[in-house]
């Protein structure tokens, strides 16, 4: 049991380049996040999908988008890298019931130059 | 809309002495639970405790406790006999029943020797 991977760790982009954060979870969750953490602050909810087929926009969802055809795994895929996409990526995992934890994967750290 | 409000952007301990991490919600759900995680240096999110809005005993968890005052809206971390690896971002997280997480900006704990 893996839990939630995320490839790659580490990524530097020149500003325009695309990139795809992939990230899977092997527990059957249904919920998916993706959310950013700049340097010394909380985290940002960019999307989040509550099952295949389904996702939605979080709070900073601009210059970002997701695709959900499985379970297990839930890509973000920036367009046009701007050096404000500059953070680390975390995705997460949770079942829909409030009293179950959200599982995080161990983060991508993306600088873009 | 949910909401969750640590108010203590720094604290340091003393290592062995206890210390309470504050954080306070807002909901208008009955039910929901409460997370704390932990972020140390390397970046990875670590869960600590869950409470639940129905718990009627705080929950513990080796040195993590949680100190859950309902009518208040409350929801303090304890830990207790610091140690130099509590040294961390602690991070205050609340979810209703098939809602997102909602994170609070985070503590910086800081364990002296």
């Known amino acids: 049991n893996a839990g939630v991977t995320q490839t790659p760790k580490f990524r530097i982009l020149k500003i325009g380049q695309s990139m795809t954060l992939q990230c899977t979870q092997d527990?059957?969750?249904?919920?998916m996040y993706w959310y950013r953490q700049d340097p010394g602050m909380g985290l940002k909810l960019i999307y989040y999908?509550?099952?295949?087929?389904?996702?939605d926009k979080g709070e900073v969802p601009n210059g970002y988008n997701v695709s959900r055809s499985t379970t297990e795994d839930f890509p973000l895929r920036l367009e046009l890298a701007a050096p404000s996409q500059t953070s680390v990526y975390f995705c997460?995992?949770?079942?829909?019931?409030?009293?179950?934890?959200?599982?995080f994967g161990p983060g991508t750290r993306l600088t873009v130059t | 809309a949910q909401k969750i409000t640590q108010t203590q952007p720094g604290m340091f301990v003393q290592e062995k002495e206890a210390v309470t991490l504050d954080c306070t919600y807002d909901t208008s759900d009955q039910s929901y639970g409460l997370f704390w995680y932990k972020q140390p240096s390397s970046g990875e999110m670590i869960f600590l405790i869950y409470q639940g809005s129905y718990d009627e005993q705080n929950a513990t968890e080796g040195r993590y406790s949680l100190n859950f005052q309902k009518a208040r809206k409350s929801a303090n971390l304890v830990i207790s006999a610091s140690q130099l690896g509590d040294s961390a971002m602690y991070f205050c997280a609340m979810r209703e029943d098939g809602q997102n997480f909602v994170f609070g900006p985070g503590t910086r704990l800081s364990v002296l020797p």
């Open positions: 527990m059957n969750h249904n919920y």
């Open positions: 999908s509550v099952g295949a087929g389904i996702t």
């Open positions: 997460a995992s949770s079942y829909w019931v409030a009293s179950y934890e959200q599982y």
